[in-house]
């Protein structure tokens, strides 16, 4: 986090606190999580079959002036024990709100989250991806921005000015989940000179109409996703270096309630990112209540994911069938699972999802995740993880 962003955030949001206040709120979790590799990794220096880490964040959650002004602040920090690019801090928001009855205005650091669908977020573009926490894209660093909504009974206008942008972090050499060649983080590079101070604009519209939710947005700024273009390092040894274009981004989001059936869309057109392409996200999620008679909803889904770059696409989403099934228990545990699988139509390529949590007493939490990849082909962006099968446990405590 850049020092000069968090002291001019701080110091906005102290300036603005009354000493009159009616709520002061801690929370969070602490964690410890361990990775357990099926196979022997590509690279040798990825010589770890088993990882463990520490997972620490907390909020903060201050209000007054009877609700309308609230400070949040939620710091994160992970230690890892094999990669030291993985062990970071990070300040995941640091939000003054300041809300009245047609329009909210927040000021700092924020997570803002777009999207309606579960295999790819493919619209969601303000804030940069914590790639060292999971390969989910579902971790988020805070962005710095200054955000208006303008709340009319005919919907939400959100304007965002984010004046400083956040690299994304890649884990290191010794870590498994990693591309091959690695990422060299220190040589990256920007499209504008103005590098991480380019000052970067969005603004979106948001509703409801009847059944339907609706978003459409554009973002123009430095792509949260850089092109990785191969180089090679002081040593001649082959690296891939980060480049951040500037790009327009207009995108749309809906989603449909009928019944126990969502259905789900996601589309944008992106330019500046060394070609123009559209890209889509679309499919259904069925609920299923109260399964065999018991208290068991079982959740079917399935997506469909496309961007007509084809095989020159980053994303490894270029032409893929997702498939998954949710299990919510309804017990006393909160006990949840999601099963899933995503086939690429292009190189026969297959990847597993397995997610499932349950609470331990009061405070405790064990979340359980596996991954595993199948025949994968070496031109796809998913051949570096082909032989980093692994299950994962992660016990919290949780106050």
Request: glycine fraction near 6%; charge should be negative; aromatic fraction near 14%.
């Amino acid at each position: 986090m850049d020092k000069k962003v968090l002291s001019l955030t701080t110091l906005l949001i102290s300036s603005t606190i009354s000493s009159t206040t009616i709520a002061n709120e801690w929370s969070g979790y602490a964690g410890l999580e361990f990775r357990g590799f099926t196979q022997t990794a590509q690279d040798s220096r990825q010589d770890h079959s088993t990882n463990f880490s520490f997972a620490f964040e907390t909020e903060y959650y201050h209000e007054w002036d009877k609700g309308n002004q609230s400070i949040a602040f939620v710091p994160f920090v992970r230690l890892d024990e094999n990669d030291n690019e993985r062990t970071h801090f990070d300040i995941r928001e640091l939000t003054y709100l300041k809300a009245a009855e047609n329009w909210e205005l927040r000021l700092g650091i924020r997570k803002v989250f777009w999207g309606v669908t579960e295999f790819q977020h493919l619209v969601d573009v303000i804030n940069q991806t914590d790639l060292l926490e999971n390969l989910d894209t579902e971790d988020k660093l805070g962005q710095p921005m200054v955000n208006l909504a303008l709340i009319k009974d005919w919907g939400t206008l959100d304007f965002f000015v984010m004046p400083y942008f956040r690299e994304r972090y890649f884990p290191g050499t010794s870590s498994r989940l990693r591309t091959i060649p690695h990422v060299d983080q220190s040589r990256s590079q920007f499209e504008s000179s103005a590098k991480e101070k380019h000052i970067d604009l969005a603004a979106r519209y948001s509703h409801y109409f009847g059944d339907w939710d609706i978003g459409v947005s554009h973002f123009y700024g430095t792509s949260r996703d850089p092109r990785l273009l191969l180089g090679t390092d002081n040593s001649g040894n082959a690296v891939l270096t980060p480049f951040y274009d500037i790009i327009n981004q207009t995108s749309l989001d809906l989603q449909a309630t009928k019944g126990n059936m969502l259905w789900k869309l996601e589309a944008l057109h992106r330019s500046g990112q060394a070609t123009s392409y559209n890209a889509i996200a679309a499919g259904f999620e069925y609920t299923f209540v109260g399964i065999m008679d018991s208290n068991i909803d079982l959740g079917l889904l399935s997506e469909y994911h496309y961007d007509d770059r084809g095989e020159s696409a980053t994303s490894t989403f270029e032409d893929d069938i997702a498939f998954g099934a949710r299990f919510a228990f309804n017990d006393a545990q909160s006990s949840e699972a999601l099963i899933g699988m995503v086939w690429d139509r292009n190189t026969g390529g297959k990847f597993f999802n397995i997610e499932a949590s349950r609470r331990i007493g009061e405070s405790w939490l064990l979340d359980v995740q596996g991954r595993f990849f199948s025949n994968q082909k070496s031109s796809d962006p998913a051949f570096a993880f082909s032989k980093d099968d692994y299950i994962e446990l992660f016990l919290s405590y949780n106050f």
